[in-house]
């Protein structure tokens, strides 16, 4: 995949495997445009795609992780805008529907999409569209700094880029319910407990502590981790006759991978296992 610096977020490559892609514009609260959505899912779809990449990481500088969408008043030439600048949309009612659909709900899919292990490294705020991109990750780890909540509801909007359905299954319907109607922003311990982030670490410890998570995760079985992920995120939708078929089918991938014969051969032989020697250089 490509990395360097691109329209609101750097793109490096750290060992094992470990794409770290972090937010860049703090005077803007790492808000995000139509052009950083873009170019963010087609940095994904390259992820997903490259073998090399085992893990994604997502942080962002100065004092917010995302603060959502853009809506500081100016578009990319210049011109006052009242919401997300997408051309042609929110003039009317279809131009809305077809911009969230088209530019501002990939994201959020892309990331919940991808087979590869995603981790929010929460440094500071995230609101709205930057919280459901946290929340479309599998781990959440949050500074003690850390603050969240969508609180669409202060400005009469929705949380139109997937958070209600994110929030259902982190924390239920009655916790959703109460946590989106009553516009609540919330600090990192109390997301704690609310099971919105795994853990929280004192700010110093944040970037050290999430590297150390992905690479745990980097050097495990990558490819039966892949299938199980996509599993799990299945059986919060399926029946039990549903999953048990489901689970079967890409255990007929993982049973037959290099990964399994090694995994048994180090049990056997009393050693660490050696996985992803299959990715090569």
Not at 34 to 47: G, N, P, S
Not at 119 to 127: F, H, Q, V
Not at 257 to 273: I, Q, S, W, Y
Request: with cysteine; glycine share 10%; charged share 25%.
């Amino acid at each position: 995949m490509q990395t360097g610096s691109f329209r609101g977020f750097d793109v490096e490559m750290r060992d094992p495997g470990i794409a770290l892609i972090t937010f860049n514009r703090p005077e803007k609260l790492n808000g995000l445009d139509q052009w950083i959505k873009r170019d963010l899912v087609e940095t994904l779809v390259q992820a997903e795609m490259d073998d090399q990449v085992r893990v994604i990481v997502f942080t962002g500088s100065g004092r917010a992780f995302c603060a959502g969408d853009d809506i500081s008043g100016k578009g990319r030439d210049g011109g006052e805008v009242i919401m997300p600048d997408i051309p042609g949309g929110h003039r009317n009612a279809i131009g809305t529907y077809n911009g969230l659909r088209m530019l501002s709900q990939p994201v959020a899919a892309t990331i919940r999409g991808l087979d590869k292990l995603t981790i929010a490294s929460m440094n500071g705020i995230a609101i709205q569209s930057g919280f459901s991109l946290a929340l479309a990750c599998d781990w959440r780890i949050a500074s003690s700094d850390a603050r969240m909540g969508s609180a669409t509801m202060r400005f009469g909007l929705l949380p139109d880029e997937g958070g209600q359905y994110l929030l259902v299954q982190l924390m239920g319907v009655a916790k959703t319910m109460d946590f989106l109607q009553r516009k609540r922003i919330v600090n990192a311990d109390e997301a704690l407990g609310l099971g919105l982030v795994s853990e929280v670490v004192a700010p110093d410890q944040l970037a050290a502590r999430t590297m150390e998570l992905a690479r745990e995760l980097a050097e495990g079985p990558n490819v039966a981790m892949r299938l199980l992920k996509r599993s799990i995120y299945n059986a919060a939708e399926m029946t039990f006759a549903h999953a048990l078929d489901e689970i079967a089918a890409k255990t007929a991938i993982s049973d037959h991978h290099p990964d399994a014969k090694e995994g048994t051969a180090a049990f056997k032989e009393k050693r660490p296992p050696r996985f992803n020697q299959w990715i090569g250089s």
